[in-house]
């Protein structure tokens, strides 16, 4: 069974750019959660998605937003790219909620 | 207001021992608390998961315990190895119409040899 999938791996954006980062879930996992990890402040949950619905939000600013499709896939979107948004960015998968599968990241450097 | 807080200090134990990270908790009402382990530049894997109705869960060389009174969990590694050196993340999961799964920010374990 193919594990969640991240994609890039790594990305450089310049301030003020705008940044689509992709997730694909383990198969038949429809829960899609989002993360930030940074040394000083570690995860912080963005949002999670189920069947194409965000159910639940973190406490981000409105620059951050995902969607999620009809086949679980998930992207995260986030525009006018700050110094401070140089982040791991985490996608986990889960059935419906509980043991969450993570993929491998995205690092983000915004110069 | 809510936190979860773990040891920020980093654990360093000799191999062959039992390894204890804590994680408490407060203003929090957990369907159920998780552990992962985070090695550098990957993501967490999921190690144990205990209900809000279990005192105490086990799969090999691991234990958690969970106190919804004292609103602690405490995560235990048995005859520990250096390969057992890592970043522990304990999870609280509440639920308000969607899972919300809040990480503490880790325990930094050594295990020497």
């Known amino acids: 069974k193919a594990g969640v999938t991240q994609t890039p791996r790594y990305l450089i954006k310049t301030r003020g750019q705008q940044v689509t980062l992709s997730c694909s879930p383990i198969?038949?996992?429809?829960?899609v959660s989002w993360y930030q990890q940074t040394p000083g402040q570690g995860l912080q949950f963005l949002f999670e998605?189920?069947?194409?619905?965000?159910?639940n939000k973190g406490n981000f600013p409105g620059r951050f937003s995902g969607r999620q499709f009809s086949n679980s896939r998930s992207e995260m979107n986030v525009s006018t790219l700050e110094l401070g948004d140089s982040a791991l960015y985490l996608c986990?998968?889960?059935?419906?909620?509980?043991?969450?599968?993570f993929g491998q990241g995205t690092r983000l450097t915004v110069v | 207001s809510q936190k979860i807080e773990q040891n920020s200090e980093a654990l360093n134990i000799q191999e062959g021992k039992t390894a204890t990270l804590t994680c408490n908790y407060t203003?929090?009402?957990?369907?159920?608390l998780q552990w992962y382990r985070q090695d550098p530049g990957r993501g967490p894997v999921f190690l144990l998961l205990?209900?809000?109705?279990?005192k105490e869960k086990r799969k090999e060389r691991l234990k958690v315990t969970f106190d919804t009174t004292l609103k602690q969990s405490l995560f235990h590694i048995t005859a520990s190895q250096p390969a057992d050196s890592a970043t522990y993340l304990c999870?609280?999961?509440?639920?308000?119409?969607?899972?919300?799964?809040?990480f503490g920010a880790g325990t930094r374990l050594f295990v020497k040899a």
């Open positions: 986990a998968s889960t059935p419906s909620g509980g043991e969450a599968f």
């Open positions: 999870a609280l999961d509440t639920y308000t119409g969607g899972f919300k799964t809040i």
């Open positions: 205990i209900r809000e109705n279990e």
């Open positions: 998605y189920f069947s194409e619905t965000q159910r």
């Open positions: 203003n929090y009402s957990p369907a159920y």
């Open positions: 198969s038949g996992h429809r829960s």
